[in-house]
């Protein structure tokens, strides 16, 4: 069974602190995604990869980084957390020059807590 | 930056009626998505299409490709409980193809009452 992990399901972390998300796909996909979700904004893009430590910037990357430092492992790190990034954190791979590129496979979502 | 118009946000409706949204847009998609969430769960890809004009069915499940390229609808006939989720589009530009970056609407939250 294919699948996308998300290393952890609720987090609360305090102002200031820095969060690690961590990502995991079993499917060899090139594309990794991270994305947020808030109510009534829908889904949208931070940052994503279509290679091993190629990043490139969505539509809101402010106050976000990312690493890849392996095919199947993407990480978004938000270095010194606020308030205003508390929300869903949704992680999704897709394969690369296959033609289904949007495709995506989604994870279970972090829900992260910043008080 | 881009956006989809995703209509409508919300809909209460009987078991076994017909459901019917829709997302809009200004720009020109080559690609578009449907998928559903489940409460505690990520999006799932219910219908992918392809092609300007093209209708595509999956069960009970059935989208359509505008002719402009810019829009979209789903329709479920005889909804279930099951039914019930948070529905998105969700367009790929052109120049995305190789990337698999998409724009999603804002999406449809579906509530069934049994």
């Known amino acids: 069974d294919v699948k996308v992990t998300q290393s952890s399901r609720y987090l609360v972390k305090r102002t200031g602190e820095k969060v690690f998300l961590e990502c995991v796909q079993d499917?060899?996909?090139?594309?990794m995604f991270w994305y947020r979700q808030d109510p009534g904004l829908g889904l949208r893009l931070i940052y994503f990869?279509?290679?091993?430590?190629?990043?490139e910037k969505g539509d809101i990357p402010e106050g976000y980084s990312v690493s890849r430092e392996k095919k199947e492992r993407f990480s978004l790190i938000l270095e010194s957390a606020s308030t205003n990034q508390t929300s869903m954190y949704l992680c999704?791979?897709?394969?690369?020059?296959?033609?289904?590129?949007?495709?995506?496979?989604f994870g279970e979502g972090s829900r992260l807590t910043v008080l | 930056g881009q956006q989809l118009n995703q209509s409508p946000q919300s809909m209460f409706i009987q078991e076994g009626e017909d459901v019917s949204m829709n997302c809009t847009s200004s720009?020109?998609?080559?690609?578009w998505l449907w998928y559903k969430q489940e409460p505690g769960e990520g999006p799932v890809l219910l219908i992918a299409?392809?092609?300007?004009?093209e209708l595509t069915s999956n069960g009970r499940l059935t989208a359509q490709f505008g002719i402009t390229r810019k829009d979209s609808f789903l329709n479920i006939s005889a909804s279930i409980p099951s039914d019930v989720g948070i529905y998105f589009c969700?367009?790929?530009?052109?120049?995305?193809?190789?990337?698999?970056?998409?724009?999603f609407g804002q999406g449809t939250t579906l509530q069934v009452k049994p």
């Open positions: 720009s020109i998609f080559n690609t």
């Open positions: 969700a367009g790929q530009l052109l120049g995305s193809s190789n990337t698999g970056k998409l724009i």
């Open positions: 999704a791979s897709s394969p690369r020059g296959t033609g289904r590129t949007g495709e995506l496979f």
């Open positions: 299409l392809y092609k300007a004009g």
């Open positions: 990869s279509y290679d091993v430590k190629m990043k």
């Open positions: 499917m060899d996909h090139e594309n």
